[in-house]
């Protein structure tokens, strides 16, 4: 679905977006000194930034993929995304976790 | 004695095998933008001025979608949180930087030249520390920005029924699975994804769903620790 932002925007989201990450990257490493220690609450809520965020970007597009919760197994893409947890679960390479998944999505599509 | 070149190539060395993870990456990143309507030179301006993957590919799928903006860079800061957590752990070793290398230090810190150095820094007192970060920080660098272009330049060709689109949540994947270390994880793990799968199912607007998420995530997480569930 092409965006309907014109260039100038994405430009714009762009640098707003490299600015504000750059900040949070140089947080600490700037402010060392200044503050010796992390807030002890904060580092424990930093911890599970990861996996919330993380999960937040993955089971959508496998539950529901178009919108719609779709649990099920004519869901190929929750069928290929079990898959590739397996593989991402034992190997812990984004390069195999990748090629199952999109191997299985196209033996579901093409081949089943 | 150990020399400021030697201590750089070492460091690239040790992000040799993560590129093997950045490589694919890269290119999906270049695919996504190239099939949300975004120019190569877009791309590369995400890969160059953000250089931070999983925010990039986020904020490629919420422009396609035409996201109000402060979701889409709000989403970004939320996804880049963590490395405000690597920024805090890496600090004391780069205290006696002038504040251009503090600034070098902070534009190329990753998830990969975070674990990469700190696993080395805890080693070995002897490593010229800057230049080993410098070494695997800017090496992983240079596969980003090339394999984003590549995957750019290869995107408009591909054939929508291929579902390459389906890959940026297999990378999101590869990379949630390691955090999955406690009970207290999987807690944040769970309640997250499934709060963001309910806020896209019930047609919520704005697409907040990353943020809502994070923050319900988050507190689930702490919840599970502080009924010891660490343990």
């Known amino acids: 679905?092409?965006?309907?932002?014109?260039?100038?925007?994405?430009?714009?989201?762009?640098?707003?977006?490299?600015?504000?990450?750059?900040a949070i990257r140089g947080s600490f490493i700037y402010l060392f000194g200044r503050i010796d220690d992390v807030p002890p609450a904060a580092e424990s809520a930093l911890e599970y930034v990861p996996a919330a965020v993380f999960a937040a970007l993955v089971f959508p597009a496998l539950l529901a993929p178009s919108g719609d919760l779709a649990v099920s197994v004519g869901n190929d893409k929750l069928v290929a995304g079990a898959l590739a947890a397996l593989a991402a679960w034992y190997t812990e390479r984004v390069l195999v976790t990748i090629l199952v998944g999109m191997g299985a999505l196209w033996v579901l599509r093409f081949v089943v | 004695m150990p020399t400021v070149s030697s201590d750089l190539l070492d460091g690239v060395r040790a992000a040799g095998p993560l590129q093997l993870g950045i490589a694919p990456f890269g290119l999906v990143a270049?695919?996504?933008?190239?099939?949300?309507?975004?120019?190569?030179?877009?791309?590369?301006?995400?890969?160059?001025?953000?250089?931070?993957?999983?925010?990039?590919?986020?904020?490629?799928?919420?422009?396609?979608?035409?996201?109000?903006?402060?979701?889409?860079?709000?989403t970004a800061v939320v996804i880049n949180l963590r490395t405000m957590m690597y920024s805090a752990s890496i600090?004391?070793?780069?205290?006696?930087?002038?504040?251009?290398?503090?600034?070098?230090?902070?534009?190329?810190?990753?998830?990969?030249?975070?674990?990469?150095?700190?696993?080395?820094?805890?080693?070995?007192?002897?490593?010229?520390?800057?230049?080993?970060?410098?070494?695997?920080?800017?090496s992983l660098w240079?596969?980003?920005?090339?394999?984003?272009?590549?995957?750019?330049?290869?995107?408009?060709?591909?054939?929508?029924?291929?579902?390459?689109?389906?890959?940026?949540?297999?990378?999101?994947?590869?990379?949630?699975?390691?955090?999955?270390?406690?009970?207290?994880?999987?807690?944040?793990?769970?309640?997250?994804?499934?709060?963001?799968?309910?806020?896209?199912v019930a047609g919520v607007p704005f697409h907040l769903d990353i943020i809502v998420a994070a923050v319900v995530g988050v507190l689930a997480g702490l919840g599970v620790e502080s009924l010891g569930g660490d343990a």
Do not use: N
């Open chain 2, 142 to 200: 240079l596969v980003w920005q090339v394999t984003t272009v590549a995957g750019a330049l290869l995107g408009s060709g591909l054939p929508p029924e291929w579902g390459f689109d389906f890959a940026a949540p297999l990378v999101f994947l590869a990379l949630l699975v390691p955090t999955l270390k406690d009970r207290a994880s999987g807690a944040s793990c769970l309640v997250g994804g499934l709060v963001a799968t309910g806020v896209v």
């Open chain 2, 91 to 138: 600090a004391p070793y780069f205290r006696d930087l002038t504040a251009r290398s503090k600034a070098l230090a902070s534009y190329l810190l990753t998830d990969q030249a975070y674990a990469v150095s700190i696993a080395r820094y805890g080693r070995d007192g002897e490593t010229d520390r800057f230049a080993y970060y410098v070494g695997a920080g800017a």
């Open chain 2, 30 to 74: 270049g695919v996504a933008a190239v099939e949300q309507g975004l120019s190569v030179a877009h791309a590369l301006g995400f890969s160059s001025l953000v250089f931070a993957g999983a925010s990039q590919l986020a904020m490629i799928e919420l422009l396609g979608a035409d996201a109000p903006l402060a979701i889409v860079v709000g």
């Open chain 1, 1 to 22: 679905m092409p965006t309907g932002y014109d260039s100038a925007t994405v430009w714009l989201v762009i640098a707003l977006a490299g600015v504000l990450t750059f």
